[in-house]
């Protein structure tokens, strides 16, 4: 009964959110946050950050996690403190937290208490791992990492769909080198440096996993970051979920469903398959950071004997 119960309330929040429009959403966000600031030094800081990437089931994560009984999450996705709203300060960041004494509460009781917040920027963004090593050095990474010729066509279409891109998809991934010319020094040099070009435009960078990943582990050990492929949070959801929570240190537990939630309307997924001669100038750029990769985690990420997702 409990579960018929929560997955129905899911049901009707999804609907919620679909004829929501996103300004509105944004705003009762920004209400509910401005709220939530006055209390800010009563509030805790999160154990686990889902790092990213981009189009790799991290909303689909979020979903499951955030409703575990033993998991309060964070206020909304994408908080992008790490990232782009660094200079917005700590007190805002920790406004989008539980109250610590909730933390407490559930010490007192016997019980696990778990917060996590999901940016996928985090993962790429090269002023990340440093900013949030010096603030939750103790959090558990968790980063999903997707095919990268899929991820890259994946993250041109929603670029399209949200009015980011105007090129067809050969034209900005031949040009993508020119646009991303100088982001990255621009980004360590700036704190404040919003990274619109290095964000939107970074269908082939963002799959170049072994970098973003090494940045990471130079301010994390090793046994503080899970990485897991995406297609196995879809192919196996519950085998890859309990993974997912041992790491954590939770108990057990699924969702009703593992519903995919990439999108609140399955329509809003449907794209074309790209022409061929796209694929194989894929491939040949990431046939490099591939094996960069495999040398770095193992062969459970030598893409070519999985299946796409």
């Known amino acids: 009964m409990a579960r018929m119960t929560d997955r129905l309330r899911q049901d009707a929040a999804d609907r919620l959110k679909a004829i929501t429009p996103l300004p509105l959403r944004r705003r009762l966000v920004k209400v509910r946050l401005g709220t939530r600031e006055r209390t800010a030094g009563l509030r805790t800081l999160p154990d686990v950050l889902i790092i990213g990437a981009q189009r790799s089931g991290t909303s689909s994560l979020y ?26 300060g700590e007190e805002w960041y920790r406004a989008h937290f539980p109250l610590s004494v909730r933390r407490q509460g559930a010490s007192a009781l016997g019980r696990p208490f778990v917060t996590f917040e999901a940016t996928p920027d985090y993962l790429f963004d090269p002023r990340a ?42 034209t900005a991934l031949r040009t993508e080198d020119e646009r991303l010319e100088g982001e990255i020094e621009r980004c360590l040099a700036d704190p404040s440096y919003p990274a619109y070009p290095l964000r939107r435009y970074s269908y082939m960078a963002r799959g170049r996993y072994a970098e973003q990943i090494e940045r990471w582990l130079e301010h994390y050990p090793a046994e503080q970051v899970l990485v897991v492929p995406s ?21 057990s537990w699924h969702p009703p469903e593992f519903r995919n939630y990439s999108y609140v309307n399955a329509l809003d997924g449907d794209y074309p398959e790209p022409p061929a001669a796209v694929r194989d100038y894929l491939r040949a750029r990431f046939e490099e950071p591939n094996e960069r990769l495999v040398a770095l985690l193992g062969e459970e990420f030598r893409w070519d004997a999985q299946p796409a997702r």
């Open 63 to 88: 979903k499951y996690l955030g409703r575990h009984p033993n998991v309060a999450p964070s206020l909304r996705k994408e908080i992008e403190y790490f990232s782009v709203d660094y200079p917005k």
């Open 129 to 170: 791992p440093a900013r949030a090593q010096a603030l939750v050095p103790g959090a558990k990474l968790i980063a999903m990492l997707r095919e990268p010729v899929e991820r890259a066509v994946s993250h041109y279409h929603h670029s399209v769909r949200n009015g980011l891109e105007d090129l067809d998809l050969e």
């Open 231 to 251: 297609a196995d949070l879809f192919s196996t959801p519950a085998e890859t979920f309990d993974r997912i929570l041992e790491f954590i240190g939770l108990p």
